[in-house]
């Protein structure tokens, strides 16, 4: 059932939706330093883009079911 928090579908996006955030906040507290060598910063520079294009298309997403 749509919105109902006990659903299975609505358990998994909410778990995503966690995971993303972390992703997200990783990325923003770790530091850009030297001590990272270019092949690791494109890791997660790529893994960063991934979480922010899953954040917009969950909220497209949303936002066109919303009734």
């Known amino acids: 059932m749509r919105n109902n928090p006990d659903d299975l579908s609505n ?3 909410a778990k995503i939706k966690k995971e993303i955030s ?3 906040r990783d990325y923003k507290n770790h ?3 030297d ?4 092949r690791e ?4 520079d790529g893994r960063y883009e991934m979480a922010m294009q899953l954040k917009n ?3 497209k997403w949303e936002k066109e079911n919303e009734y």
């Open 41 to 44: 910063l494109g890791i997660l």
């Open 57 to 59: 298309l969950i909220k």
């Open 22 to 24: 972390s992703e997200i």
């Open 35 to 38: 001590d990272v060598d270019s």
């Open 31 to 33: 530091s850009h330093e």
């Open 11 to 13: 358990q998994l996006i």
